[in-house]
């Protein structure tokens, strides 16, 4: 049995799970908001874990997985300071919940994991180069090239979001005009608060957003609504983040040549209103031979992809496939 922990910036899960043949069950789930500070968050992880164990009369997990986001340094199991995390500062969360359960644990960022995830039980199974794409709250990646998880010489490879796109636009990871500016749920909303005030000081009518103060408090899940009702603005407005969406994956596809994305997030719940603009821009920018041999997929683990990532992480630390 292993054990998996997903850290987010709002919650946490601790689960158990299982592996059988090519499937993965999850026995047991907890869900609770992040704790304050890291220490308190190891402290729950830990107390959550021995009643899980206890509950289910095991001694401790054969491994545990954690996934977080990034920055992160996997091979020491040392979180770095992740923007969505403030305090999390040079934690050693790996050797601490070993020595505290006496279970193998492996750290990996949540893109990473979630290409894992995907690649040994999603969309990706069978696939030798693929690129799974987080596009929730940021904007990240994580590489499975020739057959093995790919992270680069400081387990920094896969950061498309720091990729800037243009000069102006909405900021994400530190820079306007970013991917993760335009790719990712906090940066569609800064983008449609933008057009929104556009349309209002023209003296045109928002439906759903009918005043400023409206528009400040917009999110990306708001559009989507409008989206799916047909609004003209909402539909422009992901015409105008698949364009970028499509900009971000020539660049990978002319570096990287995978034969599938799969992403997540925002392009999982509205690829619909993404893929026209998308797939126009990344066969204009693209060398034709790479784009053709593409496939982009939403994720196929859905909801589940954080919990799946987590405990996949515990698999291939196992099988010695993290970081080899």
């Given at each position: ?5 997903d ?54 997990p ?23 995390l ?51 709250t ?35 990871y ?75 994956l ?23 209103f ?38 996949t ?12």
């Amino acid at each position: 049995m292993i054990a998996g922990i997903d850290i987010g910036g709002t919650k946490c899960a601790v689960l158990l799970g299982e592996q059988r043949l090519d499937d993965l069950t999850i026995i047991e789930r907890v869900e609770f908001p992040t704790p304050s500070t890291p220490q308190l968050a190891i402290g729950a992880f830990i107390e959550t874990l021995r009643e899980l164990c206890h509950k289910h009369h095991i001694s401790a997990p054969d491994a545990i997985g954690i996934s977080c986001g990034g920055p992160l340094d996997s091979r020491r199991g040392i979180i770095l300071s992740p923007p969505n995390l403030i305090g999390w500062d040079e934690v050693h969360i790996t050797d601490e919940i070993t020595a505290a359960l006496g279970a193998p644990t492996y750290l990996c960022n949540d893109a990473d994991a979630g290409a894992l995830a995907e690649w040994t039980f999603g969309a990706g199974r069978g696939c030798e180069h693929m690129v799974f794409i987080t596009f929730g709250t940021g904007l990240g990646a994580g590489l499975i090239l020739g057959g093995r998880l790919h992270t680069g010489a400081s387990n920094f490879a896969g950061e498309i979001g720091h990729i800037r796109l243009d000069r102006h636009g909405p900021v994400g990871y530190g820079k306007s005009g970013s991917a993760e500016g335009f790719c990712s749920g906090n940066g569609i909303a800064q983008l449609t608060r933008t057009r929104v005030l556009e349309q209002l000081q023209s003296g045109k009518q928002v439906a759903w957003a009918t005043t400023a103060a409206d528009a400040e408090r917009i999110t990306a899940k708001d559009v989507g609504l409008a989206a799916a009702s047909g609004d003209r603005l909402a539909l422009d407005i992901f015409a105008e983040v698949g364009e970028q969406f499509g900009r971000t994956l020539a660049i990978l596809v002319d570096v990287l040549n995978p034969e599938l994305v799969v992403a997540g997030g925002v392009y999982m719940r509205a690829h619909q209103f993404i893929d026209d603009a998308m797939w126009a821009t990344l066969r204009r920018e693209a060398l034709p031979g790479a784009a053709d041999a593409l496939r982009v997929l939403p994720s196929a683990l859905g909801e589940r992809i954080g919990d799946y990532a987590a405990l996949t992480v515990a698999i291939n630390g196992l099988n010695h496939r993290v970081n080899q």
